[in-house]
């Protein structure tokens, strides 16, 4: 079986630009997430999927991050414009449901200078 | 304070000793996770536990939701265990979203 799938895996921008990032998750996961670990930190959720509806999305900045998830399989994050602080790995996890295992992508390192 | 909170923060231990990494949490769970990151790496889930105790390996993890809190143990270490080790907590109501604590980094020497 296949893994969660991320790409690109380092991004290095300029503040002030955009980015996204795309995620693949396990066939069949309901449930998508996405994470942002700053260095130093647990990874903090950004954005929860439940097919293509959004369930949770209380945490994401949303003056400058939006993600979609339109055919309910796989997702992208765009960060416009990107600010020094974005600097962090993003991380995409997904699950059969919510609430159950999650699986998770080898992450976004984001780099903003 | 934090939800989710993890001690040590970070542990040094010789290859053959026996570590425990603890986790408390403040909130009202349905399932407890304990995760691995290795460095540059993405994140494995080593257990999801909401009663007693799991075993994998040399890994065990035990939960007592009544003191909430949980512990991570490894027995025999070897320098490949060394990771972050990341408690999250499914707080209770919640859709599965996770509250991470902010990691142990662990480091075996041989």
């Known amino acids: 079986e296949a893994g969660v799938a991320q790409s690109p895996r380092y991004k290095i921008i300029e503040k002030r630009q955009s980015v996204a990032f795309w995620c693949n998750p396990i066939s069949g996961h309901a449930t998508l997430y996405w994470y942002q670990q700053i260095l130093g930190q647990g990874p903090k959720l950004l954005i929860q999927f439940q097919n293509n509806g959004v369930v949770d999305d209380s945490q994401l900045p949303k003056d400058r991050f939006s993600a979609e998830r339109l055919k309910g399989v796989d997702s992208t994050l765009k960060i416009q414009p990107a600010k020094l602080e974005d600097s962090a790995v993003y991380l995409c996890?997904?699950?059969?449901?919510?609430?159950?295992?999650?699986?998770f992508g080898p992450g976004t390192r984001l780099t903003v200078t | 304070k934090n939800e989710v909170e993890q001690s040590p923060q970070n542990l040094t231990a010789q290859e053959g000793e026996f570590i425990t990494i603890n986790c408390s949490y403040s909130?009202?769970?349905?399932?407890l996770h304990w995760l691995q990151q290795h460095p540059g790496g993405g994140i494995v889930s080593l257990f999801m536990l909401s009663s007693g105790k799991k075993k994998h390996g040399r890994l065990i993890a035990t939960i007592n939701i009544q003191e909430k809190h949980s512990s991570l143990h490894i027995t025999a270490s070897h320098p490949r265990d060394s990771a972050v080790y990341i408690c999250?907590?499914?707080?209770?109501?919640?859709?599965?979203?996770?509250?991470f604590g902010k990691g142990t980094k662990l480091s075996v020497k041989p």
């Open positions: 909130v009202g769970i349905s399932a």
């Open positions: 999250a907590v499914s707080a209770g109501g919640s859709q599965g979203n996770l509250i």
């Open positions: 996890a997904s699950s059969s449901q919510g609430g159950g295992e999650q699986y």
